[in-house]
């Protein structure tokens, strides 16, 4: 399997504008995550999926964040409209939770977002 | 108070010394408990996980568990400079939480 594959890699947006990141998980698992990674803050979970219905959108940190999964092997995280304190790594991770799994997340290489 | 705390480091240990990561987490229903290595650039990878008392062992890796302390500690023996990287310390309970991490330089 490829792994989770994120697109793009880098994204340098201007502030105001949107920005779509996009998430294909490894195919067969049940649950998706987003997360946003900053040197002040870490690893935070944004949402996270199952079966592609959103669970918990409790970390999203305001309404410029929406995220979708229109289907088993598609997702997006969209913010709009970006401001730089936006600027952060976004992971999308997924995970197989029927063996036990829910936890054991495979992550894809990041979309490094700079806003400016 | 943060969810799971851990020192951010820098940690340097010589090659073919133990290295010792720390842990600690505040929510005691906590019941898993993960150790994410990150190299620099790189997205996070599982290397261990936790859910009893005790240690757990997977090759040059220790996983120890104490949930009375709320105390998770991951044990490298034989650093190599290979392992230099970011540990990420996850805790799963009510929420899934993890550590800022903690970053390791193995000096040869």
């Known amino acids: 399997d490829a792994g989770v594959i994120q697109s793009p890699r880098h994204e340098v947006t201007e502030m105001g504008q949107e920005v779509t990141l996009r998430c294909k998980p490894i195919s067969g698992h049940d649950y998706l995550f987003w997360y946003r990674q900053t040197m002040m803050r870490g690893l935070e979970l944004l949402i996270y999926?199952?079966?592609?219905?959103?669970?918990?959108d409790s970390g999203m940190p305001e309404d410029r964040f929406s995220a979708k999964m229109p289907n088993a092997s598609f997702s997006t995280l969209k913010i709009q409209p970006s401001e730089p304190r936006d600027s952060a790594v976004y992971f999308c991770?997924?995970?197989?939770?029927?063996?036990?799994?829910?936890?054991?997340?495979?992550f894809g290489a990041g979309t490094r977002l700079s806003v400016l | 108070q943060k969810e799971v705390e851990q020192n951010s480091g820098p940690l340097s240990v010589p090659e073919g010394a133990i290295a010792s990561l720390n842990c600690t987490y505040s929510d005691r229903g906590s019941q898993s408990f993960f150790w994410y290595r990150q190299y620099s650039g790189k997205s996070p990878e599982l290397i261990m996980f936790?859910?009893?008392?005790g240690d757990k062992e997977d090759g040059r890796f220790t996983a120890q568990l104490n949930k009375a302390s709320q105390y998770v500690s991951l044990l490298i023996r034989d650093s190599q400079p290979s392992d230099s990287a970011t540990y990420l310390c996850a805790v799963a309970g009510n929420q899934f939480y993890f550590g800022t991490g903690t970053s390791l330089t193995v000096i040869p």
């Open positions: 991770a997924s995970s197989l939770a029927s063996t036990g799994g829910f936890y054991i997340q495979y």
């Open positions: 936790i859910y009893s008392n």
């Open positions: 999926f199952n079966n592609n219905v959103p669970i918990d």
